[in-house]
């Protein structure tokens, strides 16, 4: 089964901004529509971006228009850049398929303070 490795998580002070990569193995990646989710403390996990096979872009309301999800097939990864951050955004961020069907990594942590 592919795995899914995040990076790019830190401490970012309140309008900084972030750039999330994941990297996943496996041959099927161009196939499959990716997701990136986070999981605050104490709060269940939620989808936050979505992209399609297509290219085409869906997003949680509290980032529209913050957050931008990209995908390199290529390469087999898939980025989230993230501007504007919050402090509601800090939570631990994880990649998956759009249908959570491949076994979660580990996540990165991404924390707004200032």
């Known amino acids: 089964q592919a795995q899914l490795v995040e990076s790019g998580g830190g401490l970012v002070q309140p309008g900084g901004s972030l750039r999330l990569s994941c990297a996943a193995s496996?041959?099927?990646?161009?196939?499959?529509?990716m997701a990136w989710y986070r999981q605050a403390p104490g709060k269940q996990r939620e989808l936050v971006a979505r992209?399609?096979?297509?290219?085409?872009?869906n997003y949680a309301d509290s980032v529209k228009g913050r957050f931008t999800i990209s995908r390199d097939n290529a390469k087999s990864t898939v980025s989230l850049q993230m501007n504007s951050l919050k402090p509601e955004d800090t939570a631990v961020y994880y990649c998956?398929?759009?249908?959570?069907?491949?076994?979660w990594g580990q996540g990165t942590q991404v924390t707004v303070s200032s």
């Open positions: 998956n398929t759009y249908s959570q069907s491949l076994s």
């Open positions: 496996g041959s099927r990646f161009r196939f499959l529509a």
């Open positions: 992209i399609n096979v297509s290219g085409s872009t």
